[in-house]
């Protein structure tokens, strides 16, 4: 089976790429251990100004980009756009950051010199999803490149023309050759590479399924991994919070890409003493949400990337209404071509529906309401996962003290959830280990050596 590329917005056929056979496999993996041996003894100044420069010419790009994310998995252009700009902050980020994030680290110790040296660990596969397909690899690939590692990808299925113009736009930034490839494989193909020697670490951005296979096979072959896997977002709204401002940003934050972000808000877990209120404002909110094609500016409602995906989200909607849970507003597909689903808002979710245990990867708020603070965090923590979460209050303490208590990787307060290249990034429990971002998320490929010198 090849690379398919459909068109969510219009379910058309666009373009189709054939699976590299193992001998193109190994043609890519043979020239990115030569760049490795070159790029790891490039001074780091020098690296710097490579990756500046990359960041350069994806502004340069920013259209031509945006409209292959669009293209191949639906994203509004706007939101499109800013993707493709984020990636330009994260170049430039780190080629101002980088010297002084890998410096020597003096340790005072019994050694009359004794510290701590940050060196490149070899070449990083990253697997990674299509729902931010320029960005996600940006994320992983640009601190690595500062910190002298090489970088191969396997990009989600459906995104085959994104992964290729990244590979494009390395190479046109005056990378020297194969610091960077695309590997056009499938996924049956990806635990060879893992396990080939030439392979020294693993990313992967994706499914909890997939994390686990991949974090199996790397971890049979002693290789290190960082996994960011799914989340079920907690958005705690305390009685005391300002509504008006929570339901502006819980919409953005739960319909931005469709709902199909691991850090989009998903539980939106609320006091009973202001449930009813904030319901009926996000109601109002969510029923404003415009469906129609990416490339409209007055669209604010994007396709889902795939029928099939549209279709998994609309069976656990139908499960959970089974169950008791109210349907607000939407909970079904749109008529007509393309995988729209509706704006929707599922309330009086309950344990035992899918709404409360599942990860909803779509256009879905569901609406959890408790008595109390306590209770807010014990739904909070209750999920098996533990990416990110939201505190709304008034009350700036108590909202720090809350976000203290909610077991996640990154909790925000009074402020949707996003990824900064200046914060590290990633989460606990079953939504993975390790960080992206900051200067934690480089240090994440690296050997950090010590060095005793009497």
Request: hydrophobic share 45%; aromatic share 8%; glycine share 8%.
């Given at each position: ?244 401002w929570a339901v502006l940003q819980g919409v953005a934050s739960r319909f931005l890409n469709a709902g199909q972000s691991c850090i989009a808000a998903k539980r939106f877990i609320v006091l009973e003493s202001v449930a009813d209120e904030f319901v009926a404002k996000f109601k109002v909110a969510v029923e404003a949400l415009k469906p129609g094609a990416p490339g409209n500016v007055e669209t604010s409602l994007a396709p889902m990337a795939r029928i099939d995906l ?38 009086e979710v309950r344990p035992g529906m899918s709404a409360w245990d599942e990860e909803f990867f779509g256009p879905v708020a569901t609406v959890i309401r408790v008595k109390n603070e306590l209770e807010a965090i014990e739904v909070a923590n209750g999920s098996v996962f533990g990416l990110a979460g939201s505190v709304w209050t008034q009350d700036i303490g108590r909202g720090e003290s809350v976000a203290r208590q909610v077991q996640v990787g990154a909790v925000f ?42």
């Amino acid at each position: 089976m090849p690379f398919v590329s459909l068109n969510p917005a219009t379910n058309e056929w666009v373009d189709e790429y054939p699976y590299w056979n193992e001998v193109q496999l190994e043609q890519a993996l043979a020239e990115v251990a030569v760049a490795t041996r070159v790029w790891v003894n490039t001074p780091l100044s020098e690296r710097c100004d490579h990756v500046r420069r990359l960041g350069q010419l994806v502004l340069q790009r920013r259209d031509q980009l945006a409209a292959l994310i669009m293209l191949e998995m639906g994203k509004l252009i706007g939101e499109a756009r800013a993707e493709v700009e984020k990636c330009a902050v994260v170049c430039d980020y780190y080629a101002d950051n980088g010297a002084a994030f890998l410096a020597d680290e003096l340790i005072e110790s019994d050694a009359g010199r004794s510290f701590v040296a940050y060196q490149p660990l070899g070449t990083v596969l990253a697997v990674m999803p299509w729902n931010f397909p320029i960005w996600q690899v940006f994320r992983f690939l640009v601190p690595a490149l500062v910190a002298g590692n090489t970088g191969v990808l396997k990009h989600a299925s459906n995104v085959p023309q994104c992964a290729l113009a990244i590979e494009a736009v390395v190479r046109d930034a005056g990378l020297p050759a194969g610091v960077f490839r695309s590997l056009m494989i499938s996924s049956a193909q990806v635990a060879s590479v893992v396990k080939d020697k030439r392979i020294h670490a693993v990313t992967l951005t994706g499914s909890e399924s997939a994390g686990r296979q991949v974090a199996a096979t790397a971890g049979a072959h002693l290789k290190k991994t960082v996994l960011e896997l799914g989340g079920a977002d907690p958005f705690i709204v305390l009685e005391d919070a300002d509504l008006d401002w929570a339901v502006l940003q819980g919409v953005a934050s739960r319909f931005l890409n469709a709902g199909q972000s691991c850090i989009a808000a998903k539980r939106f877990i609320v006091l009973e003493s202001v449930a009813d209120e904030f319901v009926a404002k996000f109601k109002v909110a969510v029923e404003a949400l415009k469906p129609g094609a990416p490339g409209n500016v007055e669209t604010s409602l994007a396709p889902m990337a795939r029928i099939d995906l549209r279709d998994e989200l609309h069976r656990q909607v139908l499960a959970s209404l089974a169950k008791g849970a109210v349907a607000v507003t939407g909970c079904a597909p749109l008529e007509g071509v393309g995988a729209f689903y509706q704006a929707s808002i599922l309330d009086e979710v309950r344990p035992g529906m899918s709404a409360w245990d599942e990860e909803f990867f779509g256009p879905v708020a569901t609406v959890i309401r408790v008595k109390n603070e306590l209770e807010a965090i014990e739904v909070a923590n209750g999920s098996v996962f533990g990416l990110a979460g939201s505190v709304w209050t008034q009350d700036i303490g108590r909202g720090e003290s809350v976000a203290r208590q909610v077991q996640v990787g990154a909790v925000f307060v009074n402020g949707m959830v996003k990824s900064d290249p200046r914060l590290p990034f990633g989460g606990i429990k079953n939504s993975g280990y390790g960080r992206e971002l900051c200067r934690h998320g480089m240090l994440e490929f690296v050997n950090q050596k010590t060095v005793w010198i009497k």
